[in-house]
């Protein structure tokens, strides 16, 4: 765990290595962008695309900027601070190099989604004691390292063999910036790339990935801050992760995920739900009712069982009450 | 004395390629990480399953054998 000592550690640590994190400013990126030329060919519908430079350019220089920000990492709302390329760990645990855990392609997403070469990164920001790959998301060490080039081949192959689309998700992608943009670097312009994410990263995380990919696939788990602390140990949680929503819809294609928890349809999916309706109205929704007690999730005495039909009716019924853009 | 192998015992040794899966007593599956082999022998046990049955479905639509 860090402590206020550890940061104090890779403070000192930064500055008597002279290691110079590159700031990831809203005008640092700006002027990255004016850089990469308007004279590049258009990316037809990716964000990428308003700044006339192609993506893959974009990510390579972005990955440079996400390394070295290790330095000092942000990436994440925790917000640790830590020295990651000095071998520090934040409460994510993760290093400096990203290893993944799977690799395949999927049909178990979103059906506008599938197949879907699922690149699914070691390690996460979050602790939910319920989650399903809980073993290898927790675990940054788990599984193999992450090269993206030789995954890059595997997933243009995968896209030949008809996949639709690539997803990079975890554990939680976002903590390891700097593979996901490598890898985003050398993929076809053309490839509909979706991020999987737990939407608890930071606004220079955000900036990174801008125009990086075309769906941001978003939880939106807990609507209350205790339930977050309780069962993910996260504080804080629900103003970072609409703030996250709230970009994700305004920069690119957004689909927002609940996986609905026994005893938790009042607490956290009716206010998700009015949420939803009342500040990101027709944004597509999926619910998921196919919650089964995983990993640590005996440890909270109504996550014992799956969710009871009589949840899962009411939890159908208040997406129809909010008018809820729900997708299969 | 003896190092401790923290480090070493928290990592496995490579990717793996997984599905999980849960069957319920009433006979009901619930999957992740599901793979278009096994959404195909699934779909085989419980042709009757729709979720199942429209994953195989949009795979086999755009799914197509690399050429020799």
Redesign the interface.
Same mark, same amino acid.
């Given at each position: 765990m860090i402590c206020v000592a550890q940061k104090r550690r890779a403070q000192v640590q930064r500055e008597a290595v002279g290691v110079q994190a590159l700031a990831c400013s809203e005008g640092t990126l700006k002027r990255e962008l004016q850089h990469a030329g308007p004279d590049q060919p258009s990316l037809g519908s990716f964000g990428a695309a308003r700044t006339g430079a192609p993506r893959s350019v974009l990510a390579r220089k972005r990955a440079l900027v996400a390394r070295a920000m290790l330095a000092d990492c942000r990436f994440c709302a925790h917000d640790c601070r830590v020295n990651r390329l000095a071998g520090e760990k934040g409460l994510c645990h993760a290093g400096a190099e990203a290893r993944?855990? %799977? $690799?395949?392609?999927?049909? %178990?997403d979103e059906?506008e989604l =599938?197949?879907t070469f *699922?690149v699914a990164l070691s390690g996460c920001d979050l602790r939910c004691d319920f989650c =399903?790959?809980g073993a290898?998301s927790w675990?940054p060490? *788990?599984? #193999?390292g992450f090269d993206a080039q030789t995954m890059a081949a595997r997933a243009k192959a995968a896209l030949?063999?008809? #996949?639709?689309t690539i997803m990079v998700l975890g554990g939680e992608p976002t903590i390891h910036l700097p593979a996901a943009l490598e890898f985003v670097s050398r993929l076809p312009e053309t490839a509909k790339l979706i991020w999987k994410t737990n939407a608890h990263g930071s606004a220079p995380a955000r900036e990174l990935l801008d125009g990086m990919f075309d769906i941001w696939l978003a939880d939106f788990k807990f609507s209350n801050d205790a339930c977050a602390q309780r069962l993910a140990k996260v504080p804080d949680y629900v103003r970072v992760v609409q703030e996250n929503l709230r970009w994700a819809a305004g920069h690119s294609e957004l689909i927002v995920r609940h996986l609905l928890m026994p005893g938790h349809v009042e607490c956290c999916w009716q206010p998700v739900a009015e949420w939803l309706a009342a500040n990101l109205p027709g944004v597509k929704v999926n619910l998921r009712s196919?919650f089964?007690p $995983?990993w640590q999730a005996a440890r909270h005495g109504e996550l014992r069982q799956?969710v009871l039909k009589s949840e899962s009716d009411r939890a159908t019924a208040l997406a129809r009450e909010f008018n809820l853009n729900l997708i299969? | 004395m003896k190092k401790r192998p923290a480090?070493k015992r928290?990592?496995?040794?490579?990717?793996?390629? !997984?599905?999980?899966l849960?069957i319920?007593p009433d006979g009901q599956v619930? !999957?992740?990480?599901?793979?278009?082999t096994f959404?195909g022998l699934l779909a085989g046990l419980n042709p009757d399953c729709e979720?199942i049955a429209?994953? !195989?479905t949009?795979?086999e639509s755009?799914?197509?054998?690399?050429p020799n």
């Open positions: 993944f855990f %799977s $690799a395949q392609t999927e049909v %178990s059906l =599938i197949p *699922a =399903i790959t290898s675990n060490r *788990a599984g #193999a030949r063999d008809g #996949a639709r196919g089964w $995983a799956r299969p | 480090e928290c990592e496995s040794s490579g990717e793996s390629q !997984v599905s999980e849960l319920l619930l !999957v992740h990480n599901l793979t278009p959404a979720q429209s994953r !195989v949009h795979y755009h799914h197509h054998e690399l």
